[in-house]
């Protein structure tokens, strides 16, 4: 009996050893997956490879929302059809280099009309004369009231001549290396200022940063207007400034530059519409 007392306690012993501790009647072991007939959820829960992806409800596409009317005169880059690349830095003047290949077409920047055209290719190293070393140009009064200033030009379309109508995007020339770019690439000088008399060359090379709004008319926002940092400009310096930067030549004949009146703030001898 003794014996038999022992075999029986180390059973227990035993069983008490490997069976899970636990409240008598409860069983602590992980509960089965339930299985039902259909499968479904409780089958996707038990089998991650019968898991069906759910679709999202149908909805609308995202709405494209326009670029905000800063002004309202409607601006195109000047270089049309051809990759172009430009600097956005002061380089002695206020104006800027738009490299492209020669030929590209140089288009007009906003509706308005032709102010001058220079047809011939006039600069010569030998006397660096500051009125011809854009080369060939064309500028364009817009109906913004600003003038911009296409220069070092291939060539100038046929028809294109002072006074004549323009729309944005209209072709005006062809880019080149005439003027003082002709041991360069290829390449667009591009200014903006207010229109002068002819005489008065260095207004029209460039007096307002253009780069922010090449980078706007570029970039798809068509109507950032440079016409107010113009008026501005043209309200602190006069209508008519004076030579400062870049203005001698090397001609042996001093070069005779045309020095405004004294009263060279008066706005009704250039007059800019004011639309």
Known sequence: MRRLAALTSAACLAAACSAPAGVAGVSTLP???PVTSGGGA???????SHMVAVA??????P???PPPTLSRFTYKFPVKGCRASYSRKLLVLPKTTIWAGKGCAFVSPVDGVVHEVNVKNLWKPSTDRGADREGRFVSVLGDDGVLYLGGHLDSVEPGVRAG???KAGQQLGRIGNSGNARDMASNLYFAVSWPTPSQYWWVRRGMVEPWPYLDAWYDGNATLSPRKATLAMR???GALPRCVQLCSSKSPVPARETKPPKDDTDDTRVVIPLN
Do not use: E, M
């Open 56 to 61: 999202p409800p149908p909805g609308d596409a």
């Open 63 to 65: 709405v494209r929302l």
């Open 31 to 33: 509960p089965a997956p």
């Open 235 to 237: 309200k602190h310096v």
């Open 42 to 48: 409780a089958t996707a829960a038990a089998d991650p």
């Open 164 to 166: 004549t109508h323009v």
